[in-house]
């Protein structure tokens, strides 16, 4: 079919999955910033990788001209993309793939699950994959009895923990090396006991425990960094070599990708392949990259599926000030450099994507209604760190106040009786209206030291004004207001002057 | 209406507006200028900052130098299409040692996995990154023989060397299924510190032939 309008669904349909927090962001962050082990490791992952991004970024001499072409591709796709999507699909099929549709996280689960049993199997190995995180594709298979092993050390490191990802390229990022030997003790089956916290002694543990899975597993599950249009190629960057295991060694492989990662063709692959490792790992290439078009014969995988998930994304892309987010590629550059999730960590944006790039995608998938995911886009200091680092110049910063608009829009229409908000302002507005007015409200002030406690500071203020003291205290007022001082003082010194006189 | 009708319903209509994107500007390097010497020295720096080991040779010293990086092997495996004068060091001829991958005489995982290395040539190289891409053909062999081994043999001919990804592009066949390495299999996910060799081989030796 062709890409026409159809005059059918003119509403965005929203995603679901893990893109939801169940939250509200400050309470999430109030809570994690009480861990000082994770902050401490947060501090020293996120400063150690963006060290080295600079590094790298400041060897390329046409680094902002790369920017531009990773930007000016990723705004053409966005506007091109029914036409993409038939010319990647008709490649792709062309050399064997099979492409599935699907609309939401629990369709693109169920076509997963599906191609699995009819393998006959129960265990399936996974390269590290967002798509698959967002739909939750895990838990899912579990409920059909489908156990699905995570081979990235990171993503071994969390499953085998039982915690979730905090970070989109270093998941564990909140680990430190004594946390992940406690895990491989508790959780490894066959581990050494006398295993250390040595890193490359725990990365040994985690090639032995998943040999035996990788060599016999009959699927593998990946996601997909880019998908090339003009030929059907799909491309997946990774470093540990698990990606080339689980692509090359079962005989079907199933890979789950929003449809926001397309590419028109090869050419473009020479902007992203230098705009990705260097702003995610800060290397200037990760070791090991894997392309593949369909099925080869005699290399790989013979039953090759690819999943198209939405998910969202339509809605997403019908914000034509949010859209650009999907033109994220996943680098994870944001979060190294954001001062809120630095202190905050992963954990506290609730959905799969943190930091500030999940600071506007997830609202931007679900719609900023849903559950408390209204509260991210506030999860900034609007300091734009993030847009600086951006490789493919996502304005952060600028969406982050656009969605901040929708959300006071979307709740000014359900309320009839004015708001706290609109009261303090027609009290403010009264109080700076005349200086009576102000000298009169400021005779209150004695009245704040009521409030604040023995160490003179105020830990809870009532109504609306309690967000301000969620995650900070208010120093008591001072017992004279500034204009009562210089009163008193002008009054002695007008009095000394007479005297002189 | 079915799954991909509906998703592409949904775009047209969230693509209402119409928008009209600037043209993609392509200012960034696309072709370089670098003398063979040079591009050598900066391929060799690059892998060398990936622990890879490097030797860098003349074509007459090529089968000697494989020999050599093979010696402490018990096992290894090379594609169909290796050529014949790169195995006539007294080391390497007749070789009880080495396997022979070939297509409808492959080797099993299993076998696969009792090999200790591998050795492969390669397609394309690019120096400013430290790039080796493996498209597959005859000499390179399909991409698991250069997986599962743990000791990776890789031959460059000069010849192959550019020293930018956008002149690397154009000599690849993209729809091959292409490998790129940039040094051994490495982690860094356990407080960054990185960490050579998880699941791909542990050690890549890469031999740079000059006259090749």
Same mark, same amino acid.
């Given at each position: 079919?062709?890409?026409?309008?159809?005059?059918?669904?003119?509403?965005?349909?929203?995603?679901?999955?893990?893109?939801?927090?169940?939250?509200?962001?400050?309470?999430?962050?109030?809570?994690?910033?009480?861990?000082?082990?994770?902050?401490?490791?947060?501090?020293?992952?996120?400063?150690?990788?963006?060290?080295?991004?600079?590094?790298?970024?400041?060897?390329?001499?046409?680094?902002?001209?790369?920017?531009?072409?990773?930007?000016?591709?990723?705004?053409?796709?966005?506007?091109?993309?029914?036409?993409? @999507?038939?010319?990647?699909?008709?490649?792709?099929?062309?050399?064997?793939? !099979?492409?599935?549709?699907?609309?939401?996280?629990?369709?693109?689960?169920?076509?997963?699950?599906?191609?699995?049993?009819?393998?006959?199997?129960?265990?399936?190995?996974?390269?590290?994959?967002?798509?698959?995180?967002? !739909?939750?594709?895990?838990?899912?298979?579990?409920?059909?009895?489908?156990?699905?092993?995570?081979?990235?050390?990171?993503?071994?490191?969390?499953?085998?923990?039982?915690?979730?990802?905090?970070?989109?390229?270093?998941? #564990?990022?909140?680990?430190?090396?004594?946390?992940?030997?406690?895990?491989?003790?508790?959780?490894?089956?066959?581990?050494?006991?006398?295993?250390?916290?040595?890193?490359?002694?725990?990365?040994?543990?985690?090639?032995?425990?998943?040999?035996?899975?990788?060599?016999?597993?009959?699927?593998?599950?990946?996601?997909?960094?880019?998908?090339?249009?003009?030929?059907?190629?799909?491309?997946?960057?990774?470093?540990?070599?698990?990606?080339?295991?689980?692509?090359?060694?079962?005989?079907?492989?199933?890979?789950?990708?929003?449809?926001?990662?397309?590419?028109?063709?090869?050419?473009?692959?020479?902007?992203?392949?230098?705009?990705?490792? $260097?702003?995610?790992?800060?290397?200037?290439?990760?070791?090991?990259?894997?392309?593949?078009?369909?099925?080869?014969?005699?290399?790989? %995988?013979?039953?090759?599926?690819?999943?198209?998930?939405?998910?969202?994304?339509?809605?997403?892309?019908?914000?034509?000030?949010?859209?650009?987010? @999907?033109?994220?590629?996943?680098?994870?550059?944001?979060?190294?450099?954001?001062?809120?999730?630095?202190?905050?960590?992963?954990?506290?944006?609730?959905?799969?994507?943190?930091? %500030?790039?999940?600071?506007?995608?997830?609202?931007?998938?679900?719609?900023?209604? &849903?559950?408390?995911?209204?509260?991210?886009?506030? #999860?900034?200091?609007?300091?734009?760190?993030?847009?600086?680092?951006?490789?493919?110049?996502?304005?952060?910063?600028?969406?982050?106040?656009?969605?901040?608009?929708?959300?006071?829009?979307?709740?000014?229409?359900?309320?009839?009786?004015?708001?706290?908000?609109?009261?303090?302002?027609?009290?403010?507005?009264?109080?700076?209206?005349?200086?009576?007015?102000?000298?009169?409200?400021?005779?209150?002030?004695?009245?704040?030291?009521?409030?604040?406690?023995?160490?003179?500071?105020?830990?809870?203020?009532?109504?609306?004004?309690?967000?301000?003291?969620?995650?900070?205290?208010?120093?008591?007022?001072?017992?004279?207001?500034?204009?009562?001082?210089?009163?008193?003082?002008?009054?002695?010194?007008?009095?000394?002057?007479?005297?002189?006189? | 209406?079915?799954?991909?009708?509906?998703?592409?319903?949904?775009?047209?209509?969230?693509?209402?507006? #119409?928008?009209?994107?600037?043209?993609?500007?392509?200012?960034?390097?696309?072709?370089?200028?670098?003398?063979?010497?040079?591009?050598?020295?900066?391929?060799?720096?690059?892998?060398?900052?990936?622990? #890879?080991?490097?030797?860098?040779?003349?074509?007459?010293?090529?089968?000697?130098?494989?020999?050599?990086?093979?010696?402490?092997?018990?096992?290894?495996?090379?594609?169909?299409?290796?050529?014949?004068?790169?195995?006539?060091?007294?080391?390497?001829?007749?070789?009880?040692?080495?396997?022979?991958?070939?297509?409808?005489?492959?080797?099993?995982?299993?076998?696969?996995?009792?090999?200790?290395?591998? @050795?492969? &040539?390669?397609?394309?190289? !690019?120096?400013?990154?430290?790039?080796?891409?493996?498209?597959?053909?005859?000499?390179?062999? $399909?991409?698991? !023989?250069?997986?599962?081994?743990?000791?990776?043999?890789?031959?460059?001919?000069?010849?192959?060397?550019?020293?930018?990804?956008?002149?690397?592009?154009?000599?690849?066949?993209?729809?091959?299924?292409?490998?790129?390495?940039?040094?051994?299999?490495?982690?860094?996910?356990?407080?960054?510190?990185?960490?050579?060799?998880?699941?791909?081989?542990?050690?890549?030796?890469?031999?740079?032939?000059?006259? @090749?």
């Amino acid at each position: 079919m062709s890409g026409v309008f159809m005059g059918m669904p003119s509403l965005p349909v929203f995603g679901d999955g893990n893109l939801h927090i169940d939250e509200p962001f400050p309470a999430a962050a109030h809570r994690e910033l009480g861990n000082t082990q994770m902050r401490a490791n947060l501090r020293h992952a996120t400063h150690t990788i963006r060290d080295k991004r600079i590094k790298v970024v400041g060897e390329l001499p046409d680094w902002e001209e790369l920017r531009d072409a990773g930007a000016a591709t990723k705004n053409q796709v966005m506007a091109n993309l029914p036409a993409l @999507l038939e010319e990647f699909e008709k490649n792709f099929t062309a050399r064997g793939g !099979i492409i599935h549709w699907a609309r939401d996280a629990d369709e693109a689960n169920r076509i997963v699950s599906d191609l699995i049993k009819e393998q006959d199997t129960t265990e399936v190995v996974k390269v590290k994959s967002m798509a698959t995180q967002e !739909i939750g594709l895990n838990e899912y298979l579990e409920e059909q009895g489908i156990s699905a092993f995570e081979t990235d050390l990171a993503e071994l490191i969390v499953q085998l923990g039982h915690d979730k990802p905090s970070h989109i390229l270093v998941p #564990a990022i909140h680990k430190n090396r004594t946390e992940v030997r406690d895990i491989f003790l508790a959780e490894m089956p066959n581990v050494d006991p006398n295993l250390t916290d040595e890193p490359r002694l725990l990365a040994m543990a985690a090639r032995e425990h998943l040999r035996r899975k990788f060599l016999s597993a009959k699927v593998a599950v990946s996601g997909a960094n880019f998908a090339l249009a003009d030929s059907g190629t799909l491309a997946v960057v990774e470093s540990e070599g698990n990606g080339r295991m689980c692509l090359t060694l079962p005989e079907t492989l199933i890979t789950v990708m929003g449809i926001e990662k397309l590419l028109p063709a090869k050419e473009d692959l020479e902007v992203f392949m230098q705009l990705l490792p $260097r702003s995610s790992t800060g290397e200037r290439m990760n070791p090991y990259t894997s392309l593949w078009t369909g099925v080869t014969e005699g290399d790989g %995988p013979q039953n090759v599926h690819l999943v198209m998930l939405d998910n969202g994304r339509t809605a997403a892309l019908a914000d034509k000030y949010g859209r650009t987010a @999907l033109n994220c590629i996943r680098c994870s550059a944001c979060m190294n450099v954001c001062p809120v999730y630095e202190r905050t960590g992963g954990h506290a944006y609730g959905s799969t994507y943190p930091g %500030p790039i999940g600071a506007i995608l997830s609202p931007l998938l679900t719609g900023i209604k &849903s559950e408390e995911n209204s509260s991210l886009p506030y #999860a900034s200091s609007l300091c734009g760190a993030c847009f600086d680092a951006c490789p493919v110049k996502i304005n952060i910063p600028e969406i982050l106040v656009h969605l901040r608009g929708e959300d006071v829009d979307s709740r000014r229409g359900e309320k009839k009786l004015p708001s706290q908000m609109d009261l303090m302002m027609k009290g403010a507005q009264w109080a700076f209206s005349s200086g009576k007015n102000l000298g009169l409200l400021e005779k209150g002030l004695p009245l704040g030291k009521l409030a604040a406690g023995q160490d003179k500071k105020i830990k809870r203020l009532p109504g609306i004004a309690a967000g301000w003291t969620q995650s900070r205290d208010i120093p008591a007022p001072p017992s004279q207001s500034f204009r009562d001082w210089w009163k008193k003082e002008h009054q002695s010194e007008a009095t000394t002057m007479k005297q002189e006189k | 209406m079915g799954a991909k009708e509906e998703i592409l319903s949904r775009i047209s209509s969230a693509l209402r507006d #119409a928008p009209v994107p600037a043209p993609v500007p392509r200012e960034y390097r696309k072709t370089s200028d670098m003398e063979e010497s040079a591009l050598i020295e900066l391929l060799v720096d690059r892998l060398e900052d990936y622990k #890879a080991h490097v030797n860098v040779v003349d074509a007459a010293e090529l089968s000697a130098t494989i020999a050599e990086r093979l010696k402490d092997a018990t096992s290894y495996v090379v594609p169909h299409g290796i050529a014949g004068e790169w195995l006539t060091n007294a080391a390497l001829a007749n070789d009880a040692r080495r396997r022979v991958d070939a297509p409808g005489a492959v080797l099993g995982i299993p076998e696969l996995d009792g090999t200790d290395a591998v @050795l492969t &040539s390669s397609a394309v190289s !690019i120096a400013e990154s430290g790039t080796i891409v493996l498209d597959g053909t005859g000499d390179q062999g $399909r991409r698991a !023989i250069s997986l599962v081994p743990d000791h990776h043999v890789c031959v460059v001919p000069v010849s192959t060397i550019v020293q930018l990804l956008p002149e690397a592009l154009p000599r690849m066949d993209i729809t091959r299924p292409l490998t790129w390495i940039s040094g051994p299999s490495a982690t860094s996910d356990i407080e960054l510190e990185r960490v050579e060799g998880v699941h791909g081989p542990r050690q890549l030796d890469v031999i740079i032939v000059k006259g @090749l």
